[in-house]
T-cell receptor, first 111, second 113 residues
């Protein structure tokens, strides 16, 4: 089974803080993804990476950046957290043309 | 906690019934489809997938049907159990070069004992 872990299950941060969310996979998949999930809006893609040091913007990249220095690790960075970034953040991994496997999610609250 | 199920269509069934959850997809060029199950407070869990060269695929207690003519996907769960209660959503690979998926909003399945 693919194992995808996320650094935190719950986070509470203040407006303006820099926030790091980390995702680690154990299956050597090329692609890694960051989504946010909000009621009524479903899953929305923030960024994805198809290789080390490579990144592509998803549908809603504004206010976020990412880092992939090692194949197994993909980080999502909120440079200056805002209240509208309160959400459930989900990391996923998958090979090309294959399914995506999700981590348990990080519920972030920005006050 | 906050629920991903807010504003979702809901299907309520009795334990032991068969459940059918439907999904309309958007792109006729999509070549791969997946059903996920998401329990409250957890990440989505892969259930079953199907490629566009197939009409039907069966797993353990689940069957996925694909109708490409009307761009429709369904998930059938046999002998539904209370543990099946969750949000179910479909995803399609729009064959855009990268393995990105487009997700449906989901349907909440409630199973009563």
């Amino acid at each position: 089974d693919v194992k995808v872990t996320q650094s935190s299950r719950y986070l509470v941060k203040r407006t303006g803080e820099k926030v790091f969310l980390e995702c680690v996979q154990d299956m050597d998949h090329e692609n890694m993804f960051w989504y946010r999930q909000d009621p009524g809006l479903g899953l929305r893609l923030i960024y994805f990476s198809y290789d080390v040091k490579m990144k592509e913007k998803g549908d809603i990249p504004e206010g976020y950046s990412v880092s992939r220095e090692k194949k197994e690790r993909f980080s999502l960075i909120l440079e200056s957290a805002s209240t509208n970034q309160t959400s459930m953040y989900l990391c996923a991994v998958g090979g090309v043309g294959e399914t995506q496997y999700f981590g348990p999610g990080t519920r972030l609250l920005v006050l | 906690g906050e629920s991903v199920g807010l504003h979702l269509p809901t299907l309520s069934v009795q334990e032991g019934d068969n459940s059918i959850i439907n999904c309309a997809y958007s792109n006729s060029a999509s070549d791969y489809f997946i059903w996920y199950k998401q329990e409250s407070g957890k990440g989505p869990q892969f259930i079953i997938d199907i490629r566009s060269n197939m009409d039907k695929r069966q797993g353990q207690r689940v069957t996925v049907l694909l109708n490409k003519t009307v761009k429709h996907l369904s998930l059938q769960i046999a002998a539904t159990q209370p543990g099946d209660s969750a949000v179910y959503f479909c995803a399609e690979n729009q064959n855009s070069g990268y393995s990105t998926l487009t997700f449906g909003k989901g349907t909440m399945l409630l199973v009563s004992p």
